[in-house]
């Protein structure tokens, strides 16, 4: 994380020490303020019956709870403010963590764009290369192979586009294979291939007498 992204977070933490130790401080002066009214109440009568060193004290006393009242409301002002740059420190840190995230979803939205267009490209692709396999299958069948046929071609090639799309996340919206029926091209062609390669062109090509002969 870099300095940028830490500083709105530190703003929070220190504006809101500042006010806890304000809010420490007016709860002080509540408690002070409790006693001096008390004080004042216990000398009251002495005071104001002819008692002239109570009065002295009273006089004291009274002064003291203005000097204290003023500074429960500087107090009091003071965490106002501090409340004040609490919500705002808040509000920063909200904004550049939102200015993160906007960054990050900028970031999200170029990767979404460029699946896509790959997902073009392999949709275009698959419809290139299922038309060529055709054509290639078209042109072994005018060579004398005739198998594959188109109908096995598109039973098994549909179950190898199934379990493709059984990986994808639109899997519910298709058939679902069960695992035996489960293929892919790859293996279906060189299957394919191997039988028609052993059963079509070596015996064609007297490959498989060959094979015989120097196997014995």
Avoid: Y
């Avoid at 216990?42 to 005071?47: G, K, N």
Wanted: glycine share 4%.
């Amino acid at each position: 994380m870099s300095d940028q992204q830490q500083q709105p977070a530190d703003a929070v933490a220190a504006a809101t020490a500042i006010l806890d130790r304000l809010e420490l401080d007016h709860a002080k002066l509540i408690d002070d303020g409790r006693e001096l009214v008390q004080r004042r109440q216990e000398i009251s009568f002495d005071a104001h019956t002819g008692d002239a060193a109570a009065k002295k004290k009273l006089d004291a006393i009274v002064g003291q709870i203005v000097s204290h009242d003023q500074q429960v409301l500087s107090v009091e002002a003071a965490i106002a403010e501090a409340q004040a740059r609490v919500i705002a420190a808040r509000n920063a840190e909200a904004q550049a963590v939102d200015r993160k995230n906007a960054l990050e979803l900028r970031a999200a939205l170029k990767e979404f764009i460029s699946c896509g267009e790959s997902l073009d490209e392999a949709a275009a692709a698959l419809a290139e290369e299922g038309t060529a396999l055709r054509e290639a299958l078209n042109l072994m069948h005018i060579l004398g192979s005739p198998f594959p046929t188109h109908e096995q071609l598109n039973v098994l090639g549909t179950d190898a586009m199934l379990t493709a799309l059984a990986a994808t996340p639109w899997k519910r919206e298709f058939w679902t294979l069960q695992p035996r029926e489960r293929r892919g091209f790859g293996a279906l062609v060189r299957e394919w291939a191997s039988r028609i390669e052993q059963t079509n062109i070596k015996p064609r090509l007297g490959e498989a007498e060959q094979q015989t002969n120097e196997a014995a």
